[in-house]
């Protein structure tokens, strides 16, 4: 199963950018869901980001504001974030798995194999 190890948290003020970053062990290309989850303090975790197939998938929460990016030469992917705002505060977590016959969208899959995180901190 794929590794995968995240980067790139830190502490910002309200309207600034982040670029997270997901390391995987080996590639993840086009047969792969991508996804960003994240996870604030006493709440559960959600999905934020979804990419499989040069297609993209946004939380509402989050649209217009991050972009989830790869780049398979480098068994990488990325999530850019862009006019943070407090309650994106949180965990940020990059999964991936394949993609399955008629298993529909992205965001219904299950993910299994989890990292340790970046935190990310929005301060207003």
């Known amino acids: 199963q794929v590794r995968l190890a995240e980067s790139g948290g830190a502490s910002v003020q309200t309207g600034g950018s982040l670029r997270l970053s997901c390391a995987a062990s080996?590639?993840?290309?086009?047969?792969?869901?991508l996804a960003w989850f994240r996870q604030a303090p006493g709440k559960e975790r959600e999905g934020v980001a979804y990419?499989?197939?040069?297609?993209?998938y946004y939380a509402d929460s989050v649209k217009g504001r991050f972009t989830i990016a790869q780049d398979n030469s480098k068994n990488m992917f990325y999530l850019q974030m862009n006019s943070l705002k407090p309650e994106d505060t949180g965990m940020y977590y990059c999964?991936?798995?394949?993609?399955?016959?008629?298993?529909?969208?992205?965001?219904?899959?299950?993910?299994?194999?989890w990292g340790q995180g970046t935190q990310v901190t929005v301060s207003s």
């Open positions: 999964v991936a798995t394949p993609i399955r016959l008629f298993g529909g969208p992205c965001r219904n899959y299950e993910y299994k194999s």
């Open positions: 080996e590639y993840i290309g086009r047969g792969y869901c």
């Open positions: 990419a499989a197939g040069g297609n993209s």
